[in-house]
């Protein structure tokens, strides 16, 4: 049989793996390879299917259907000569008198356009392509407007949606020609009709999939283009003998690739959530959730109480019921940092296999821009690797399951990409990587489809500012509309901030909005589709503390404190605003204390550096610590609030919101240690006078009085302290401390109304952004306000803009990077010796001498292309310092310098200034 045109005379791929296949790929082949991905992919994961269906509320054999015939149709563009001509060997209709197309729009615009305008210079869609869909011109016309909601969202497969684009000058008759006879190929190949008695589907909930489907595009796009799996083939077979091919193709990837559909396990304990405790003891929390819960489908759960109260393994028991309802089959746990997100991916390493039936299917990812630099995430991907390696060696030794599912694993085709991460079966990340879902970046879609079935459990909710907060209500309402179920949980939410979440999540569920009205605390809110339960919850055992409060006026008399901690071997902590504010700190306690064990924690460390401290305080005061490793004091910023398990005898906090007062109070006697003395929060700050004036807190604290710029509430939290004779979480409620403080019709003095005005107007506009920023569901996958960017461009936060500085140590021959690594790995030095500080503080550095020059340009030369390249700061050593001069951008001309050291990381000095 002779090979149609459309496959022997146009190619889809044409950059072959170096093993001597053929030297391209016809586009025909391409789109059915990419049909069959996402065949497969529905058959390993019918639970996708059904989302689909439920979304866009058509049957689940019409889905299949129009699904694969736009997957099948997802490269059509690529007849186009504007493509064609790319390989000018391959070019097949070139001819003297035709020119190369000047301009490519992309495939992507010329296959809509190919659809939306015809293949043929005298048909238009509806009349040449409405008959694909049935015999009835009626019916068929009005499925063929709703598929083409559909065919957009998959034109847009390489990350952002797609516009159609002019055809002039792009696409001659017979590549136009060819195009058309693909099509009706492919459609009695993959069959779209659907019968006349179907539902015409809503063009509004056609709308509304079409983030799903632009998702599944993406995933399916980037299975059927990998070679490992999808060979170049020779255009010598059919369309149909062909399509046999890479079906069974397709099933091999998703076996390979870690998209499995592992089964979930029948129960999940607490024993299961901490191994390695016997017999462990329920708080109350975890026994609502393991007995009372109730959940039946598709939900909000939301549990509010205090560090300590077990609320992770409460998530973890939340999450498993869902998955075993039907709602979900994995799960994405987000945070606010990558220190904590590092921290509970330590944790899950040990417990995640175990809601499933078969751990050594499973998958666990860590998310966020530092992860190669975990060890246990490494070693994750590096096993199963060595096990596919091995897997078909009769002779090896590869590692057994058991090895595999003794701690995390991880597909490497899953691990490579973080855009990949929801497509694990547990993923630990930022909330960052969540909220790229539905803001306008490159594959924002694809995020959606996989996080849709994963229970999204967003940790410490509280610790998110205004903008992002407003970005998670926007996260949970596509999230719910896509079938999604979330698990919130907090210390210290208000009423109004549970009732925003749970509407917008009730928003897209399509439910009534619930009415939240319950104060209780702790407290645990379930919405589904039967309405609200909001359950009070009884406090557990140690985890509330009455704390009495001691108020400081200044830096002077925390000192004094730390002295006679150290003299008393304790382990303490001083808790500081703004690095400035810890670096005076320090230096005023070495000073006094040349002798004395100490630390210096915060975040203008080299990303080396930092962990190397972060282990360091972890082993002097975590859970596991004892002994004389515990006497040492420490002197840190909010890197400890949230990120770390620590545990201290003593605790100094310069004043914060009460919120955060109550984070950091979690961690003074964390852990059962047996006699120490009484815990005591000590608070620096002024008196909270009633005639306190705009410069209240400012005169105590001018740096942090940026940090922390509503300072009506800062007034609030330690009149309110004082008040109480303490912070009283056992005999009082942290919730009535928290709406005090927060509270819409709060009073303070007169004084403090310009600065908490701003601030409170800077909070509006914030949320006001994100609203801005977010993508609008309704709308679907089409073009909206913004562009499709790279991720790292996607404002996930907003902020004065920082830049990354790369330190180097030159000796006036060699430069090389500050932090060195083993097996001479120059990239992971480089990344382990860069720091981010804001923008303004740097403009740029001062490169003396050309020997300096002809290095610092040489190093660069090697980097990989980045639109925001780090600024490369060569160090000198001076005088026992590390220096280099730079420029600052707040006043042009003005030179000073950076002070590197591992003990206190980055300090700027001016001229006329102090360190800062």
Not at 444 to 452: I, K, S, T
Not at 616 to 637: C, D, M, W, Y
Not at 855 to 883: F, S
Request: with cysteine.
């Amino acid at each position: 049989m002779a090979i149609p045109e459309y496959i022997s005379n146009y190619w889809g791929k044409a950059q072959p793996s170096a093993d001597g296949g053929p030297a391209w790929h016809p586009v025909a082949y391409h789109c059915l390879d990419v049909a069959a991905a996402g065949a497969a992919l529905l058959d390993t994961r019918p639970q996708l299917l059904s989302a689909l269906a439920q979304c866009s509320g058509m049957p689940e054999a019409q889905v299949r259907q129009w699904l694969f015939f736009g997957l099948a149709l997802h490269d059509v563009g690529k007849f186009a000569d504007c493509f064609q001509c790319k390989v000018d060997t391959l070019w097949k209709h070139r001819s003297a008198s035709q020119q190369q197309p000047n301009f490519d729009p992309g495939h992507g615009r010329i296959g809509l356009a190919l659809w939306s305008n015809g293949c043929e210079p005298s048909a238009s869609a509806a009349r040449s392509l409405v008959h694909l869909f049935g015999p009835d011109c009626r019916s068929s016309a009005s499925q063929h407007i709703a598929f083409s909601n559909w065919f957009a969202a998959i034109s847009g497969h390489h990350g952002r949606p797609v516009e159609e684009h002019d055809l002039n000058g792009r696409i001659c008759e017979q590549a136009r020609a060819d195009a058309l006879a693909y099509i009706l190929a492919a459609a009695k190949l993959l069959d779209p009709q659907v019968p006349i008695e179907s539902p015409r589907p809503s063009e509004q909930r056609m709308r509304s999939s079409s983030w799903l489907v632009a998702g599944l595009a993406m995933l399916s796009d980037w299975i059927g283009s990998n070679q490992t799996w999808f060979a170049y083939t020779s255009p010598t077979l059919t369309l149909d003998a062909y399509w046999e091919i890479t079906q069974v193709r397709a099933k091999i990837a998703l076996s390979e690739c870690g998209l499995s559909n592992p089964r979930i396990a029948a129960g999940y304990s607490l024993t299961d959530a901490l191994p390695g405790v016997v017999d462990p003891t329920s708080t109350p929390l975890q026994t609502w959730a393991a007995n009372d819960a109730n959940v039946t489908g598709q939900s909000l759960i939301v549990i509010e109480d205090l560090t300590g109260a077990g609320k992770t393994e409460a998530g973890l028991i939340l999450a498993h019921q869902l998955m075993r309802a039907g709602a979900a089959e994995g799960l994405y746990w987000a945070l606010p940092t990558m220190a904590t997100a590092d921290a509970l991916y330590r944790r899950l390493a040990e417990s995640y296999s175990k809601l499933f039936e078969n751990p050594a299917q499973t998958s666990l990812v860590l998310a966020h821009s530092s992860r190669e630099f975990n060890d246990i995430f490494k070693k994750s991907i590096e096993l199963v690797s060595a096990k596919n390696e091995h897997a078909y060696s009769k002779d090896s030794q590869g590692p057994s399951d058991s090895d595999i599912t003794a701690t995390a694993a991880c597909s490497r085709w899953i691990a490579d990409d973080r855009r990949k991460t929801f497509l694990a079966d547990v993923g630990v990340g930022t909330i960052d990587q969540a909220v790229l879902g539905i803001l306008p970046s490159k594959h924002q879609a694809m995020r959606l489809a996989a996080l849709c079935r994963r229970v999204l459990v967003i940790d410490e909710i509280h610790a998110l500012d205004a903008y992002q907060n407003s970005l998670v209500e926007t996260l949970l309402e596509f999230h719910a509309a896509l079938g999604g179920s979330a698990v919130l949980m907090s210390a210290t939410l208000t009423l109004a901030g549970r009732q925003r979440l749970a509407g917008a999540f009730a928003k897209g569920a399509g439910w009534p909005a619930p009415k939240l009205a319950e104060q209780h605390f702790p407290l645990a809110t379930v919405v589904d589709h039967t309405g609200h339960r909001e359950r009070r919850l009884d406090a557990g055992r140690g985890t509330r503390l009455d704390l009495p409060v001691h108020r400081h006026e200044n830096a002077g008399a925390a000192i004094a404190i730390l002295e006679q901690a150290a003299l008393d071997g304790r382990a303490a902590v001083w808790v500081r605003n703004t690095v400035q504010d810890a670096l005076d700190a320090y230096r005023d306690l070495s000073a006094r204390l040349p002798n004395a064990s100490f630390d210096l924690f915060h975040a203008r460390f080299a990303l080396g550096d930092r962990l190397n401290i972060e282990q360091r305080v972890l082993q002097s005061f975590g859970k596991k610590s004892s002994g004389i490793e515990r006497q040492r004091i420490l002197i840190a910023t909010q890197v400890v609030e949230q990120s770390l398990d620590c545990d201290w005898d003593i605790m100094i906090s310069d004043l914060a919101p009460i919120d955060l007062i109550i984070q950091r109070a979690g961690r003074l006697h964390r852990h059962e240690r047996g006699e120490r003395p009484s815990p005591v929060l000590h608070i620096v700050g002024p008196e909270p006078a009633d005639d306190a004036g705009a410069k209240w807190y400012e005169t105590a604290f001018p740096r942090g009085a940026f940090v922390y710029p509503h300072h009506g509430q800062l007034w609030l939290t330690m009149k309110s302290l004082l008040a109480a004779r303490g912070l009283n979480l056992a005999s009082g409620s942290p919730r009535d401390l928290i709406e005090r403080v927060y509270a819409e019709d709060a009073e303070f003095p007169p004084g403090l109304m310009s600065p908490s005005g701003k601030a409170e107007g800077r909070a509006a506009s914030a949320r006001g952004i994100g609203r801005m920023n977010a993508l609008d569901r309704s709308k679907g996958y089409v073009h909206q306000a913004g562009a499709w960017e790279s991720d790292t461009r996607t404002p996930t936060r907003l902020g004065d803009p920082t830049r990354a500085l790369r330190l180097a140590k030159w000796d006036g021959q060699h430069l090389e990077p500050w932090f060195p690594v083993e097996n001479c790995d120059t990239r992971k030095a480089w990344r382990l010796s860069e720091i981010s500080v804001l923008a303004a503080r740097v403009k740029d550095v001062v490169i003396a001498g050309e020997s300096l020059k002809r290095a610092v340009n040489a190093e660069i030369k090697t980097w990989p292309d980045r639109y925001d390249p780090p600024l490369l700061v060569p160090l000198m050593q001076r005088d026992g310092a590390w220096l280099a001069r730079i420029e600052d951008e707040r006043t042009p001309a003005r030179q000073g310098q950076i002070i590197y050291c591992r003990a206190q990381g980055l300090r700027f000095e001016f001229p006329a200034q102090t360190a800062g």
